[in-house]
């Protein structure tokens, strides 16, 4: 079975500070995906980013990185220099390679940036 | 390009009624999915359509939830003798094909969703 698990509930920062989201997933499968979504106050879930599980290297975009470990099954997600925009909630989520990509969410983490 | 879109945006019902919630996918896609967000928690499975087949139905929670995707393109998800329990965000999501593809090929993009509320 898979298991995404974000210990985080809610997170408030003041604008520009830096902030790191944590995931934490369980799986049997070897190979697997690992994502990141935004869900901005209007609902719709927007992807920030794709891992494969054979693809330990760290990645940044723009004022966004993620740092997938392996050894401890950890993908989390870091938001440098944080905006206002940046207010939302964040999933992390798990997909499997096989033939059911179903993916499997965390609860989600809610990100408060105040100005 | 148009992205998944969800019809109604919002759904009132009473408790015992039938309701039927729309998703139209991106063009050329063939998978479809649904899900179901609870308040407070993420997306949870419900299932899956490769084509006009469920591939995966899984996650439906019980014999009062349907879908059906009969021409491989628009999906209803059908849910009867509705439930306090039931109401949620109801969530589409399209991708190209199938898992298995280490690629974005198979990129779920997701629509804005239903909210259902039974009253």
């Known amino acids: 079975a898979q298991k995404v698990t974000q210990a985080q509930t809610e997170i408030s920062v003041v604008e520009k500070e830096d902030v790191t989201l944590d995931c934490v997933y369980e799986t049997r499968d070897t190979t697997y995906y690992l994502f990141w979504y935004k869900q901005p106050p209007s609902g719709e879930l927007v992807f920030l980013i794709r891992?494969?599980?054979?693809?330990?290297q760290n990645e940044i975009s723009g004022r966004y990185s993620w740092n997938f470990q392996k050894s401890t099954s950890s993908f989390n997600f870091t938001i440098t220099a944080s905006q206002v925009v940046d207010s939302a909630v964040y999933f992390c989520?798990?997909?499997?390679?096989?033939?059911?990509?179903?993916?499997?969410f965390g609860k989600g983490i809610t990100l408060s940036v105040r100005p | 390009g148009a992205g998944v879109s969800q019809t109604p945006s919002n759904k009132v019902t009473e408790k015992g009624k039938y309701v039927e919630l729309r998703c139209d996918p991106i063009s050329g896609h063939t998978a479809l999915y649904w899900y179901r967000q609870s308040l407070g928690q993420g997306p949870e499975f419900l299932i899956y359509?490769?084509?006009?087949?469920?591939?995966?139905d899984s996650g439906l929670p019980n014999d009062r939830f349907f879908a059906v995707r009969p021409e491989g393109s628009v999906s209803t998800l059908k849910i009867q003798r509705t439930e306090r329990g039931d109401s949620a965000v109801y969530l589409c999501?399209?991708?190209?094909?199938?898992?298995?593809?280490?690629?974005?090929?198979?990129?779920?993009?997701f629509g804005p969703g239903t909210r259902l509320t039974v009253l």
């Open positions: 999501a399209s991708s190209y094909g199938t898992s298995g593809g280490l690629s974005s090929y198979n990129e779920q993009f």
């Open positions: 359509f490769q084509g006009t087949g469920a591939a995966d």
């Open positions: 989520a798990l997909r499997a390679t096989g033939a059911n990509s179903k993916l499997t």
């Open positions: 891992r494969n599980s054979f693809d330990e």
